[in-house]
């Protein structure tokens, strides 16, 4: 299997992370070879072996971004699949592209570029990171878990006596909620992020950082970070999680529990006992925070070992990229079933035409679809279509229209053959969204 895989420029301009998404991208490849599968990547450079990564402007971002997408449409006949990651551009070019296109997301989409996803919708194969993120009006192929590379990260058995909190300051990060915690429990805090919001800062953070009991420190190189997992007694989690929280799995890969919140993707990702706690309100976290000292350290460790590593994320998308192009490989154009002939006319990503033949006397099983509706137009002889329990006689030319949810049948009440053409529009089209309820020949299946 060969899969193409996009990433986005911004990637390369996240300065601030443990260990950087282009990092994992290059180990996600070699983790993926080893499943068998040649994965050619496109809009990542080589990381720098040590430092930050240098930012980028949005307008370089933008021209780096369409670069890269655009140099992997140009090369998508050499490959099975594409697989892009937080690439909305991706997700509007997918028409154009003949291959199926598999579209990771690792945080919530925003309103503003979600009728995106739902125009193309039935084109691309989402995957969300956590079931928390995902949004009730999109198909997900599946949800699949971002893995870190334990090896790179030293455990700690001692840690310090200080509390970390990490990620952008602003109104949603949960920073004011982290500075209570550790007033309230009596500990020291480390504050490791840029400042998103500059008047926040001011009114509501500023005056409790002292340099001693509550310290800020702006971006940090990925090996800096690495060393402030594995060195604090605990990581507070207290942000709203826009985006997929990769620096708990990997503070806990340096021994370090999480404590935060019980809700959304922390619910998934913290196992209570094992790599940290959750609580439902503040002060059952200022309870747990004063105690952290006792926990095993190893265990959190063991945790992401074994069930956030490089290995297990590659065999879910090989076995999420084989279902996928199960899903969307061309199927029989022609079959023979007992009532009589149906032949598959045109086969597009959005809609395929059938013409149909049944014999004199026969007829389809009464059933239903729910991802699909359907338009019959009666080109030869004489049909009796029931819907919803009603008879409908229909004669040549005439023609009637199958909702999504519909229970509906086809018979040919003549002597001689009666043909339709079929036209289906939804986001899927394969022959196991038939249910039937009703068969003159005892059938079972997914066969029409």
């Known amino acids: 299997m060969k899969v193409g895989m996009v990433f986005p420029a911004s990637w390369r301009a996240r300065s601030v992370q443990a260990l950087t998404w282009s990092i994992l991208c290059e180990l996600f490849r070699h983790a993926m070879a080893a499943q068998g599968v040649e994965v050619k990547l496109f809009g990542l450079d080589p990381p720098p072996e040590r430092g930050p990564i240098p930012p980028l402007s949005d307008s370089d971002s933008s021209a780096l971004e369409c670069l890269s997408l655009g ?22 070019y997918a028409p154009f592209v003949k291959i199926p296109i598999v579209s990771s997301f690792y945080g919530r989409l925003s309103e503003g570029v979600l009728p995106i996803f739902r125009k193309w919708n039935h084109r691309c194969a989402y995957v969300s990171a956590s079931d928390a993120s995902r949004d009730s009006s999109l198909d997900y192929a599946g949800t699949i878990y971002p893995a870190v590379d334990a090896s790179v990260f030293n455990c700690r058995a001692k840690p310090g006596d200080h509390l970390l909190w990490y990620g952008p300051v602003g109104k949603t990060g949960g920073v004011r909620d982290a500075v209570e915690i550790a007033l309230r429990s009596d500990r020291k805090l480390l504050i490791v ?10 009114m509501e953070i500023a005056r409790y950082v002292d340099g001693s009991r509550i310290r800020h420190a702006p971006s940090l190189s ?20 826009p985006a997929f929280p990769l620096h708990i799995l990997e503070s806990n890969a340096c021994g370090t529990p999480v404590v935060g919140f019980n ?3 922390m619910a998934e990702i913290v196992k209570i006992g094992e790599n940290g706690i959750l609580a439902a309100d503040m002060d059952r976290i200022v309870e747990e925070v004063r105690r952290i000292d006792s926990w095993d350290r190893s265990a959190c460790r063991r945790f992401v070992e074994e069930r956030f590593n490089m ?11 084989r279902a996928v192009l199960e899903r969307t490989k061309p199927h029989a154009a022609m079959s023979r079933p007992p009532w009589g002939l149906w032949t598959v006319l045109e086969d597009s990503p959005t809609y395929k035409v059938k013409r149909v033949d049944v014999l004199p006397g026969k007829r389809l099983s009464y059933q239903l679809h729910y991802k699909r509706s359907e338009h019959w137009m009666i080109v030869q002889g004489q049909a009796l279509v029931t819907l919803d329990d009603r008879k409908i006689p229909l004669e040549v030319g005439e023609y009637i229209d199958i909702p999504a949810g519909v229970k509906h049948r086809i018979e040919n009440p003549g002597t ?3 043909s339709f053409i079929e036209v289906q529009q939804g986001t899927y089209f394969g022959e196991d969204d038939i249910i039937r309820l009703e068969d003159d020949y005892g059938r079972k299946g997914t066969v029409c």
Not at 193 to 202: A, K, Q, S
Request: aromatic content about 8%.
């Open 416 to 418: 001689t053959i009666m």
């Open 311 to 321: 290995e297990r994320m590659a065999c879910e998308y090989v076995q999420l990229y």
């Open 71 to 92: 140099a992997a449409m140009e090369e998508a006949s050499e490959f099975d699949l594409l697989h892009t990651h937080d690439n909305l551009l991706s997700v509007s």
């Open 263 to 265: 809700r959304g993707t």
């Open 222 to 241: 990925p090996e800096k970070l690495g060393e402030l997992w594995g060195k604090a007694a605990a990581v507070l989690c207290t942000s709203e999680e």
């Open 193 to 202: 992020g840029n400042i998103e919001d500059p008047d926040y800062y001011e």
